[in-house]
């Protein structure tokens, strides 16, 4: 029996609603597509979120809550030691 006709309904009503499904914003895809990258930059990574302010500043929160353990407070995005 052949599989390539086979019907499944579940994925086929997922797929017929692909159009409706929210595209991603272009911050999300640029950082996809440099993290998908076999040597990506992490100071390309930090310039991507620091494009975006409401992202930039749930990053920094996250970085300085009591989640994380940091010795210094972070303000900026930056690779380099303040």
């Not at 797929?15 to 597509?33: F, V, Y």
Request: charged residues 20%; positive net charge.
């Amino acid at each position: 029996m052949s599989t390539a006709n086979l019907q499944i309904p579940e994925a086929s009503a997922i797929l017929a609603k692909r159009d409706d499904l929210p595209q991603l914003p272009d911050i999300a895809s640029a950082m996809l597509r440099l993290l998908n990258q076999q040597k990506h930059d992490t100071e390309a990574l930090a310039r991507i979120i620091a494009s975006d302010p409401v992202l930039a500043a749930r990053v920094l929160r996250v970085a300085n809550s009591s989640y994380t353990v940091f010795h210094a407070r972070l303000k900026r995005f930056s690779m380099q030691r303040y």
